[in-house]
T-cell receptor, first 117, second 115 residues
Framework: AQKITQTQPGMFVQEKEAVTLDCTYD???????LFWYKQPSSGEMIFLIY??????QNATEGRYSLNFQKARKSANLVISASQLGDSAMYFC??????????????FGTGTRLLVSP | GAVVSQHPSRVICKSGTSVKIECRSL??????MFWYRQFPKQSLMLMAT?????????EQGVEKDKFLINHASLTLSTLTVTSAHPEDSSFYIC???????????FGAGTRLSVL
């Protein structure tokens, strides 16, 4: 079974609007972390936001927020007030066993976001 | 913030040659480094995990003799693609973590083209 599922291969949004990128995950480990990364055409992976499985509140980082619904095993990324520079690939990733030395990060297939003027 | 430097950013080589890619953590000690491979328009696939001073742990299906990983110090890991062939052409990205922290830092990637 896929550990991380991103069902939206591509998303379009107009500048200044908000957009939600979907991510669902599958794990039986009670201790895990969820990450979102942005990958522009240059290829570098840019860390956006992190949510721990035990975190009580949804994570926020500037214009990025994570809609964490633990029972549904979803961790959607919300980008508010989209900018042209937000156009990129976005990857959701999960790390299991956060309290152990296990550090493998598994990525979803990504969503390509295109922001139009 | 922490920076991971990856070199070269792009390499073109002839079939049969070996290519070495370096990944350096510039302002922190990377106890663990990860090597990923990404095909065009696809996700990052973990190839191997390396801890300083020990042998790398390879993911299923990744040839150890083909992709040699050395993590000789806390700031440097290298990936050597031995006897490269056109099917090895891909985007290779390294990642590093400091201790067991949640932050994971990525290099800018290396685009390998084997002719």
């Amino acid at each position: 079974a896929q550990k991380i599922t991103q069902t939206q291969p591509g998303m379009f949004v107009q500048e200044k609007e908000a957009v939600t990128l979907d991510c669902t995950y599958d794990t039986s480990d009670p201790s895990y972390g969820l990450f979102w990364y942005k990958q522009p055409s240059s290829g570098e992976m840019i860390f956006l936001i992190y949510q721990g499985s035990y975190d009580q509140q949804n994570a926020t980082e500037g214009r990025y927020s994570l809609n964490f619904q633990k029972a549904r095993k979803s961790a959607n990324l919300v980008i508010s007030a989209s900018q042209l520079g937000d156009s990129a690939m976005y990857f959701c990733a999960m790390r299991e066993g956060m309290n152990t030395g296990f550090q493998k990060l598994v990525f979803g297939t990504g969503t390509r976001l295109l922001v139009s003027p | 913030g922490a920076v991971v430097s990856q070199h070269p950013s792009r390499v073109i080589c002839k079939s049969g040659t070996s290519v070495k890619i370096e990944c350096r953590s510039l302002d922190f000690q990377a106890t663990t480094m990860f090597w990923y491979r990404q095909f065009p328009k696809q996700s990052l696939m973990l190839m191997a995990t390396s801890n300083e001073g020990s042998k790398a742990t390879y993911e299923q299906g990744v040839e150890k003799d083909k992709f040699l990983i050395n993590h000789a110090s806390l700031t440097l890991s290298t990936l050597t693609v031995t006897s490269a062939h056109p099917e090895d052409s891909s985007f290779y990205i390294c990642s590093a973590s400091e201790g067991q922290g949640t932050k994971r830092y990525f290099g800018a990637g290396t685009r390998l083209s084997v002719l």
